[in-house]
C-alpha cells in the first residue's frame, strides 16, 4: 500500500531521514520507575487509542516508507493485541522492535518475539537487587527480568539493554559486565534525562535542550493517547493527533517542519556531556556492535 495525495496521484512518503516509530500502545506498566519518561505505572491508564486506532498507525508507517516500528508503554507487553500488531508489523515487512521491562511474559508472547525480524529490548539498573528494585519500585522486579533476559537469550532472540544512570553508587559498570557474562552483547548506557518523573519541578519544565537532536529528523512517536511528537522524550512538543488527522498529513505539514527546525541538531557520539545513546531510543555510538548484529542501527 502506497499513500497519494488524491488530487495528483502522486504517493506521499515520510520526511527524509525518518527511520523510525515508536508506538507507546499502552501508558500502563507493572513498575513505577523514579526516572520514567512518561509517567507510566501501575495506576496509569492503557490510553484513548484502540486496537483499531493502532493497526492504522502501523499500516500507515509500512505505506510512508517508514522501515522499523518500536512497541514500548508503558509496558507493551499488557496489552492483549501485542501479538497482533506484531504479526501486521511483520507481514507489512517492517522491522519490529519490542521494549520490555520484562517482569511478566505470558507463555504464548515468547513465540511472538521470537519470530524473524521481531528484537527485544529492555532496562536493567544494576547487577544488585535492592539497586535495581530502588529504580523500579517493585520488590522482585530484578530477578523477573534477569531470568526473562536468559529466556530470551536461550531462545535466540535479538536483545538490546539499556542501562540508565538514575543515582550515584548504581553500579552500572557491574551491571553490563554481568550482562556481557550472560551473553547481551548490546548494551546502551545512558543517563537519566530530566523529563518525566526525573523532571526538576523548580526549573519549569524539559526544553529541547535536553533532547539528543533525533527526534523529529529521524523518529516519529505516538503516545496513547494519538499525539504525535518526534520520541517519547519529546512529548511536551505535540505536532498533531493520529485520532483527527492522518500520519502523512501529520509528518508533512508545516507544524511538523517547523518543530524539527527548534530541535538542536545531533550531538556527535561519545562527547562528554551525552552518551548520545538515548534509552529507549538507542541512537548511534561508539560501538559497532549494534549494526554487526542487528544490521543498519535504527534510530528509535
Request: charged letters at 20%.
Amino acid at each position: 500500500m502506497t499513500v497519494v495525495i488524491p488530487e495528483t496521484g502522486k504517493p506521499i512518503t515520510a520526511p527524509v531521514g525518518v527511520r523510525s516509530m515508536e508506538l507507546e500502545i499502552t501508558g500502563t506498566c507493572q513498575l513505577n520507575c523514579a526516572h520514567c519518561c512518561t509517567s507510566s505505572g501501575p495506576k496509569a491508564g492503557p490510553g484513548a487509542m484502540t486496537r483499531e486506532d493502532w493497526q492504522q498507525v502501523i499500516a500507515d508507517t509500512a505505506a510512508l516508507g517508514i522501515p522499523t516500528v518500536q512497541l514500548i508503554g508503558g509496558e507493551p507487553t499488557l496489552s492483549p493485541h501485542l501479538p497482533h500488531y506484531i504479526a501486521q508489523a511483520i507481514d507489512a515487512g517492517l522491522t519490529v522492535e519490542v521494549y520490555s521491562n520484562l517482569t511478566h511474559i505470558r507463555p504464548a508472547l515468547w513465540a511472538a518475539l521470537s519470530r524473524p525480524g521481531v528484537r527485544l529490548a529492555t532496562s536493567y539498573y544494576s547487577d544488585q537487587a535492592e539497586d535495581h528494585e530502588k529504580i523500579t519500585k517493585a520488590k522482585g522486579s530484578h530477578a523477573r527480568t534477569r531470568a526473562n533476559i536468559i529466556a530470551a537469550l536461550d531462545r535466540s532472540i535479538a536483545l538490546r539493554v539499556g542501562i540508565v544512570e538514575v543515582h550515584e553508587g548504581q553500579r552500572v559498570k557491574e551491571a553490563e559486565a554481568e550482562l556481557r557474562a550472560l551473553g547481551v552483547r548490546v548494551i546502551n548506557i545512558d543517563k537519566a534525562r530530566p523529563i518525566g518523573r526525573a523532571a526538576d519541578p523548580t526549573a519549569g519544565g524539559p526544553t529541547t535542550g535536553d533532547l539528543c537532536g533525533h527526534c523529529f529528523r529521524h523518529r516519529v512517536s505516538v503516545d496513547p493517547d494519538g499525539n504525535v511528537s518526534g520520541c517519547i522524550l519529546s512529548r511536551f512538543i505535540n505536532a498533531g493527533n493520529v485520532r483527527q488527522q492522518c500520519l502523512a498529513d501529520i509528518l508533512n505539514s508545516p507544524r511538523w517542519a517547523e518543530i524539527t527546525t527548534t530541535i538542536p541538531m545531533p550531538r556527535a557520539a561519545c562527547t562528554p556531556d551525552d552518551s548520545n545513546d538515548c534509552d529507549p531510543a538507542s541512537t548511534e555510538a561508539c560501538d559497532p556492535a549494534y549494526e554487526e548484529e542487528f544490521g543498519p542501527t535504527p534510530a528509535f
